[in-house]
């Protein structure tokens, strides 16, 4: 663009070489999104399990279901995932974001208070997950 707007040269050749380095190695694009997941689920778990020791033990509301174990960290050659809850752990999102959790054979829901460390360890983590990736992709990159 000429009329004031910003110019860029080289996103087609960037582009096609991305294109190209998924095409020719989709595992190390899969485990350089892996191991920025990895990292991440093990910072969700240590702040979890940080916050978990903090709250009183004969306190109704501690968790007895283990839910900083069931943060998983998974990944495609497109994306990195984090996986938290499911069968042995259903809890996680009410503790995590607040709201209501329904009682065994009842009527009665037990209210949650919020506890959230997903978003928070992400904020407070941001420049280091994307060293990791950067670092990750970097040595892909000099592979290739």
Do not use: C
């Not at 460390?117 to 997950?129: F, K, N």
């Amino acid at each position: 663009m000429t009329d004031g707007g910003i110019k860029i040269t080289g996103a087609k050749e960037l582009r096609k070489v991305l294109r190209d380095m998924a095409e020719r190695s989709p595992r190390e694009m899969q485990w350089a999104n892996f191991v920025t997941a990895d990292m991440v689920a093990d910072r969700i778990k240590a702040r979890m399990r940080m916050a978990f020791r903090a709250w009183p033990r004969g306190n109704r509301r501690h968790p007895t279901v283990p839910l900083p174990d069931s943060v998983v960290a998974k990944a495609t050659t497109a994306r990195a995932i984090v996986e938290a809850g499911g069968p042995k752990s259903p809890h996680f999102h009410p503790h995590n974001f607040g709201g209501t959790i329904a009682r065994f054979h009842s009527q009665a829901r037990t209210k949650v208070e919020k506890h959230e460390t997903v978003y928070s360890t992400l904020a407070e983590e941001e420049e280091s997950i994307i060293k990791t990736y950067e670092t990750a992709v970097n040595r892909i990159i000099k592979e290739f």
